[in-house]
């Protein structure tokens, strides 16, 4: 039986303004690709962009990496170790499993490693989310505008919840957990579009133009529908061949990460 308010449909263009819409749908992708990602991680480790070679290097400036839905920060260790080595100051975002209510997440983990990056650094911070991790990074821009130097996002659905019908049925799961251990000290629409908390207010705004934004995504996507994946703007916008998991591992993805750090870094 499908959730009320959830509708089986094709993939479909959103409007060019669309941001959070209060809607979520089932996305008619192909999961089985996914299985494939192995296979970008193993090209990555042969790419000289992985060794540092022919891209530009970084100013020592903070730079915190947050894990996607069901994820920890174990799986995003290689993009952080590299952002290391080309010169930056990563950080793991400290948020334990992504599998919480965001605003919670936010307020009580990935803030205290932004602060740290703060303070360590005394410069602006560097956000990079993979997934729903992406959609956390522009909620925190968008709530401390004067920390962040940029936001850039990897498969983030940052323009509506739409995505293969399985990755539904967990979320499902995961907002009866939210809701049973939190009771009334989250709202009742927690972990829906629908939810009127700091984390999707934000998102309902503007990015600010002091911040420089960067969504990255494929279209073979087997997860998320990778037109809600894109800002709407082609300068922000970047397409790279692999799949949804890869894109923490793919060379093409660290190219473009690589670029735009150094393009954020001679704004701040």
Known sequence: MKRKGTARRKSTVPPPGARIREHEAEAD??????????????????????????????????????PGFMGTDLYVTHLHDWLERIGYRPYLSGIGVNAECPNLLIRYRLSATIDKALADTGG???????????????????????????????????????????????????RSHILNQHGSGVLPDCYTPRCTCAFLSSLRCTTPASIVQTAIYTKDDGIVDWRYCKTGNPDFDFEVPGTHVGLV?????????????AEAASYV
């Open 29 to 66: 992708i192909e999961i089985w690709k996914e299985a494939l990602f192995g296979a970008e991680l193993l090209l990555l480790h042969a790419s000289p962009v992985y060794y540092g070679l022919g891209i530009p290097h970084g100013n020592g400036s903070a730079v915190v990496v947050i």
């Open 124 to 174: 602006k911070v560097h956000l990079i989310g993979h997934s729903l991790g992406g959609i956390i990074a522009r909620s925190v821009a968008g709530q401390r505008p004067n920390d962040i130097a940029s936001v850039i996002t990897l498969g983030a659905p940052i323009r509506g919840t739409v995505m293969h019908p399985s990755i539904l049925r967990a979320a499902n799961v995961v």
């Open 249 to 261: 591992f793919n060379s093409s993805v660290y190219t473009i990460i690589a670029e735009r750090l």
